[in-house]
């Protein structure tokens, strides 16, 4: 497909749209095929107060269809549905529709929050965020030492995130519903052996349900729950892999809509993917070896070309660098700045909403918290928030509340 109008591609004779679009953000036009796809940034566009894809058949289409649409949040998180279009006309003789039909899509800009929680007390809260600067601190209650957060993420499909738990005693695994950042409910799923670890949580089938990545730390299996809301629905084998294989991220590396699986080896140091077709293991992609006192802090679309690239922390030197991907092709080293062996990055994410993907840091001697904010690769400045006491972690970075900007 093609973008007709829009700051990406103006084609002056459609400066000004013509009846039936009224002046939509982009026209994109097609090829008459079954289907077909296209894409545009954000942060390249201003999006008025009704955002809306409007879908405008032909003469020749009639029937049933629907619009599909991914919504990327520069990490490795989707937001995706579908809308059902209908251009038949109930009753009547003509052959085909002229009607539109419109699918409202919300869309806001991300304000990330952070979950705590106190490894020494059980508490469990939020820093509600503004951009860089702490908001307040909400609190939801306290738990059992034995209970630790696996992940988050709207697992029913509500709008809001939820938090997935796992008792390290008995082996529970269940979630918390939460409603913005107020618990709403327990849910409980199902109970597994202690060599069982969560190695991550996403759409891994591309069903619109959020799936659960395991490995078995013992034997070396690797699988997924495969989910259906909340609930279990089966089980799917992946393979086995040996005990120095770690997963270190997973993420779309290709651009394929498949999640894929970032592995690092910690006896070799070599680094490399699995590509994967949604939960089939498809092929094996070496990248590259580094020294073992190289650690992966996070992967994200730091310099905005549409690959994940990965954030390195050297844990000897302090030094902070990334590798430049081009898909699952390793590109280029870019230096960044250093660091003392006390932080540990905590998460990525478009803090400040400026476009640019930022680095959330902890700092586990002296408690101290804090954002690198970047301009793309290169370190701007360091933006402190508080000091913590010992035993509070950031365990997930995330849009709780779902503010749109202030």
């Known amino acids: 497909m093609q ?9 002056k004779n459609w400066t000004s749209s013509p009846d039936p679009y009224e002046n939509p953000n982009f026209i994109f036009l097609g090829d008459d095929s079954t289907s077909a796809q296209a894409s545009f940034k954000l942060s390249q566009v201003v999006l008025r107060q009704e955002t809306r894809v409007r879908f405008v058949p032909n003469a020749n289409y009639t029937g049933s269809s629907e619009i599909s649409f991914r919504a990327w949040d520069g990490t490795n998180g989707v937001t995706s549905g579908t ?3 209908d251009t038949s006309l109930a009753g009547g003789t003509t052959a085909f529709s002229t009607a539109t039909e419109a699918a409202t899509i919300a869309i806001t800009s991300i304000r990330p929050d952070l979950l705590w929680h106190n490894t020494n007390t059980g508490a469990t809260g939020f820093w ?7 908001d307040s601190y909400v ?5 059992r030492p034995e209970w630790k957060i696996e992940g988050s993420g709207d697992f029913d499909r509500d709008g809001d995130l939820d938090i997935l738990w796992r008792n390290r005693a008995n082996g529970e695994v269940g979630f918390w519903k939460m409603n913005d950042m107020s618990f709403e409910s327990y849910v409980p799923i199902l109970n597994v052996s202690s060599g069982w670890q969560v190695e991550a949580t996403g759409d891994f089938d591309r069903d619109g349900d959020l799936d659960i990545l395991w ?4 034997h070396g299996e690797v699988g997924f729950w495969k989910m259906n809301d909340m609930s279990y629905q089966s089980y799917s084998f992946v393979s086995n892999v040996s005990s120095d294989w770690q997963i270190a991220r997973t993420g779309d590396f290709d651009r394929d809509d498949d999640l894929d699986i970032l592995w ?3 006896s070799t140091g070599e680094v490399g993917f699995w590509k994967m077709n949604n939960m089939s293991y498809q092929s094996y992609v070496h990248i590259s070896t580094v020294a073992p006192n190289w650690n992966i802090g996070g992967t994200g679309d730091f310099d905005g070309d549409g690959s994940l690239d990965i954030l390195w922390n050297n844990t000897i030197t302090g030094e902070v660098g990334f590798w430049k991907m081009n898909g699952m092709t390793y590109s280029s080293y870019v230096p960044t700045s250093n660091v003392d062996s006390n932080w540990q990055v905590k998460g990525v994410a478009d803090f400040n909403s400026d476009g640019k993907l930022d680095i959330l840091w902890q700092n586990g001697s ?3 918290t804090g954002f690198w904010k970047m301009n793309h690769m290169s370190f701007d400045s360091y933006v402190h928030i ?4 010992s035993g509070w972690q950031i365990e997930e970075v995330g849009d709780f509340d779902r503010l749109s900007p202030k």
Not at 3 to 11: A, E, K, P, Q
Not at 128 to 134: A, I
């Open 366 to 368: 002296d408690g101290a």
């Open 3 to 11: 973008i007709l109008t829009g700051v990406l591609r103006d084609y």
């Open 264 to 266: 690092r080896n910690s």
């Open 386 to 389: 508080f000091y913590v006491d």
């Open 128 to 134: 509600k965020m503004n951009g860089m600067s702490f």
């Open 83 to 85: 809308s059902g279009v």
């Open 139 to 143: 609190n939801i209650f306290n738990v």
């Open 215 to 218: 490995r078995n730390s013992t």
